[in-house]
């Protein structure tokens, strides 16, 4: 785990200097404040390396390097009864991918199922956010999504062609949603370069270098910002993540007729995919009896006996709404601070009045 270090930013003083950034790349001030608050959302839940620090230190470069349009709005390109394409236009992955969420919900509520890709798009991140958001609505949410960062070797190679690929299934219950979000892979990208910035060893088991050997060392590792594939990668996970991986590649890539893996390297003006299912339990039941028996279900699981020295047995998902929960109390969120001091020095580059802190 990395020793890192952080300071306490006020909720809206985080919001308005996001969307001020945001703004002095071309967005509009509609997008930019639905940009800034799905940033502040990973954020709020403490998952701080896809909140303020990936916008700062990922999405604004693409932007500016114009790899991203901040001006293209997603559009339905092709629709049916209980599917839709949307194509991107090449503009920021939460847009687009909002928009699949609200395709699916209306189109899983009146047809019972719904089923909606995403192509023409960039990086949605959080996926959990998007699973969450349909699951709001009384459906089950599922979101899949290939990543453009080759990081990841192949079960028993040594090569980064292998995106990161989250996924995240969210369930309606009497309370919050169960939701799952995870990579299959081992860790993420962003923790390699984490562990760069401070100096910091790997924990053992996570990567190896070119050779394929074990290694601590992440820079012997593809961090996801420029790609070679004479460098370490990221393990799969073992057999069922390694499946995971390519299953995620194939239903968010080649399904929706996006690029994957090294194409994205490699391809000019390659583009990113993702994919979303949702379903009502109507279909099968009544969606209060499904929500009553999710709920007892996890009541039963947190009732069972726990293991030596935990204090409590927690559901997935739970970590995360408890955060927000407290950060919305306090008012405020933790930022790292070596990402504040890099989010200074970009506001400087792009004549944004940076928030003074106390």
Not at 123 to 139: K, S, V
């Amino acid at each position: 785990m990395l020793n890192t270090t952080s300071r306490p930013v006020k909720i809206e003083v985080l919001r308005t200097f996001m969307e001020d950034i945001l703004g002095a790349v071309g967005f509009d001030a509609e997008t930019a404040a639905t940009l800034a608050d799905i940033h502040l959302e990973s954020d709020l839940r403490g998952i701080y390396v896809q909140g303020f620090n990936h916008l700062i230190n990922t999405h604004v470069q693409k932007y500016m390097a114009g790899k991203a349009d901040p001006n293209a709005k997603p559009v339905v390109a092709k629709d049916g009864p209980s599917y839709a394409l949307i194509d991107g236009k090449r503009g920021p992955g939460p847009i687009a991918v909002l928009k699949a969420c609200d395709v699916a919900v209306e189109k899983a509520k009146a047809t019972g199922t719904a089923i909606v890709g995403v192509f023409h798009s960039h990086d949605a991140f959080q996926a959990g956010l998007y699973a969450e958001r349909i699951a709001r609505h009384d459906l089950v949410g599922m979101i899949f999504s290939d990543d453009n960062v080759p990081v990841v070797h192949p079960l028993g190679g040594t090569q980064p062609i292998i995106g990161s690929n989250p996924l995240a299934c969210a369930v309606p219950s009497a309370g919050d949603p169960f939701l799952t979000d995870f990579t299959p892979c081992v860790t993420l990208p962003t923790y390699v370069r984490y562990s760069q910035r401070y100096d910091a060893a790997m924990d053992e088991g996570l990567v190896t270098d070119a050779d394929g050997n074990p290694t601590t060392d992440p820079f012997q590792v593809c961090t996801g910002i420029g790609h070679t594939l004479d460098i370490g990668a990221i393990n799969p996970g073992g057999s069922k993540g390694y499946g995971l991986l390519l299953m995620i590649d194939f239903l968010s890539g080649a399904l929706v007729g996006a690029d994957m893996g090294m194409d994205h390297i490699t391809k000019k003006d390659a583009h990113k995919g993702h994919l979303l299912i949702a379903i009502d339990p109507n279909i099968f039941g009544d969606a209060e009896t499904f929500k009553a028996a999710v709920t007892a279900r996890m009541e039963a699981i947190r009732a069972s006996k726990k293991a030596p020295g935990v204090d409590a047995i927690r559901i997935p998902g739970e970590g995360s709404y408890a955060r927000r929960r407290k950060a919305l109390e306090t008012g405020e969120v933790q930022i790292d601070r070596l990402c504040w001091d890099d989010s200074l020095k970009l506001a400087k580059e792009l004549g944004v009045t940076a928030p003074v802190l106390d």
